[in-house]
């Protein structure tokens, strides 16, 4: 379950591996056992204006779970400040909890650049959406859709038309995209957090009921997508 197995998948992580290669100085760094990661931003907590303690709380959690499952896959929460916030609550937790830091850490860089600057090979990324699915809007939805190029913009079209609260689309990214190319990233999984912020659309209102259950949501369905290129 846990292993990318079928000759598909082999066939392109073998082209993969050849273009990531080429990269550049960071090519010693790949993993060597090439564990399938997935490398994924704090949902909702910048530009949606979520409360950082409670989303630390629900990644740790949700992220104990999915690893539970998949014991052949690693999660990486990324964020491009060392003064991330974020970053800190998340690793504090991941202390307290001894979790296996190995399959789950915090990265600074930003998510387009993962291998090419941090030389940290991640199969899928994750994309802190808006519900049009609309490149721009600033934040690391703007950054993903810029460096995919407008390759992202039409397999993500030709998959799903709209996002709502708490779901993750799944969308392949055609390999003549630069993030294939460069990064080595075939997947791309966007996801719709709860949002709090009341100049954007589905404004809780500071219910948190509501936020964290869909909050929840959110990264159940980002892990079931990446537990689904798997296999
Ligand atoms: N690499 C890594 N992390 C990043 C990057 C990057 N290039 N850019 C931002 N972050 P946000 P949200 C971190 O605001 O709160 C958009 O306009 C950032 O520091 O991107 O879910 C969409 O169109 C933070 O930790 O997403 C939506 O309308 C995290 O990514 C709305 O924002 C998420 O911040 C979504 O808001």
């Not at 390999?175 to 957090?193: A, C």
């Amino acid at each position: 379950l846990s292993s990318i197995s079928d000759t598909d998948n082999l066939e392109t992580k073998e082209v993969e591996r050849q273009e990531v290669g080429s990269a550049g100085s960071h090519a010693n760094q790949v993993c060597p056992d090439d564990i399938p990661t997935l490398a994924f931003p704090s949902i909702s907590t910048s530009d949606f204006q979520f409360n950082l303690e409670k989303a630390a709380d629900i990644i740790v959690e949700q992220v104990a779970e999915f690893l539970n499952k998949f014991r052949n896959a690693r999660l990486v929460l990324v964020d491009l400040s060392h003064k991330s916030k974020i970053l800190s609550l998340v690793k504090a937790r991941i202390a307290e909890k001894n979790m296996d830091t190995q399959k789950f850490f915090t990265h600074v860089g930003d998510i387009t650049h993962l291998y090419s600057r941090g030389g940290l090979r991640c199969n899928a990324i994750a994309n802190a959406a808006n519900w049009r699915l609309k490149p721009g809007g600033g934040g690391v939805n703007a950054a993903i859709f810029n460096a995919a190029g407008p390759e992202l913009e039409s397999a993500t079209k030709d998959k799903v038309k709209s996002l709502s609260p708490g779901n993750a689309a799944v969308v392949p990214l055609p390999s003549s995209s630069p993030l294939f190319t460069r990064e080595g990233v075939t997947h791309v999984i966007h996801v719709l957090g709860p949002n709090m912020n009341p100049q954007r659309p589905n404004y809780l209102n500071n219910d948190y009921n509501k936020g964290c259950k869909i909050l929840q949501d959110a990264y159940t369905s980002l892990f079931d997508g990446f537990a689904s290129i798997l296999r």
